[in-house]
């Protein structure tokens, strides 16, 4: 990775400011929140008055523009006013192009919401976590990891919590057609089964936040030990993008009462099918023999 100094633009700038908003730099954290939080009067208002609402300075929003990569702040509010435009229109498009549905559909669950509104807030939230990481997922970093994989004497997934559905799927999909897979969701297993990986494997680690300390101890380890790693984020910034030979990123929203447990869910595991089917391309004969007798192996076990 880039050093602070020399690193490019963020490709998508709500995710790299939804990043800076959980920085250990308060004055950042503060001046991107109210980014985020206030678009609108942002992209209009001057630096000072920026400052003054965000409490904080027009030396720390310039800082935050140049952290992000950006020359100045000027810079990244034109690359903010883009963006936001985009994610706008994607919203709008979903919801049938009502922008007053799609704005309701986007706020955050709220618990007096009916269930009808529940129900259409996280349909919501899903197909556009969906469609949000298609543009956000890197084809180079893509192919890259499709290239491992395909040369991998083993891949290793590991993932907590609600990662852990994504790690246990990429496991299952990867061995349902020949191939060495084996996923870990918990550290006492993951730390020592990563130590023991070497050249010619691939770690997978996957963490919505990208600092999950089981993940990241479990990809140094297994790095230490001579493995690739592939990290699977929604992150671009963090601990794990940075650790990792290879980053995928996801691209997904929570508010307080969906967090760690909707849409970053579907969002890994559309990237979890995007690795599969792209690793399944390359080996189609076996992919479909040994999909067959999968198959066939556990058929009996249906009425």
Do not use: W
């Amino acid at each position: 990775m880039t050093s602070e100094g020399s690193q490019r633009p963020p490709a998508r700038v709500l995710d790299a400011l939804e990043d800076a908003a959980t920085s250990e730099s308060r004055t950042l954290a503060r001046a991107s929140r109210y980014l985020l939080d206030h678009p609108d009067e942002a992209l209009t208002q001057p630096i000072a008055e920026i400052a003054a609402a965000s409490r904080t300075s027009p030396a720390s929003i310039v800082r935050l523009a140049t952290s992000l990569g950006f020359s100045g702040f000027r810079e990244l509010r034109a690359a903010f006013r883009e963006d936001l435009a985009f994610s706008r229109g994607r919203a709008t498009t979903i919801a049938g192009g009502d922008e007053h549905a799609a704005s309701a559909l986007a706020a955050d669950i709220d618990p007096q919401d009916s269930l009808e509104a529940v129900v259409k807030k996280v349909a919501f939230a899903d197909s556009r976590a969906v469609a949000d990481t298609a543009d956000a997922v890197s084809i180079s970093e893509l192919e890259r990891a499709r290239t491992l994989c395909t040369k991998a004497r083993q891949v290793v997934t590991f993932g907590v919590g609600a990662s852990a559905f994504a790690a246990m799927d990429l496991e299952q999909k990867l061995a349902r057609i020949g191939m060495r897979a084996t996923s870990y969701v918990d550290a006492h297993q993951a730390l020592p089964a990563a130590s023991l990986m070497g050249d010619g494997d691939v770690a997978v680690g996957i963490s919505h936040s990208g600092e999950t300390l089981d993940i990241l101890d479990s990809l140094a380890i297994a790095q230490d030990a001579g493995a690739a790693t592939i990290a699977m984020t929604n992150a671009p910034s963090s601990e794990i993008a940075r650790l990792a030979d290879i980053t995928l990123l996801t691209h997904a929203h929570e508010s307080e009462l969906r967090s760690g447990a909707t849409a970053s869910r579907i969002a890994q595991l559309t990237v979890v099918d995007f690795l599969f089917i792209a690793i399944a391309q390359t080996r189609m004969d076996e992919a479909h023999e040994a999909l067959a007798r999968t198959y066939s192996a556990v058929s009996a076990r249906r009425r």
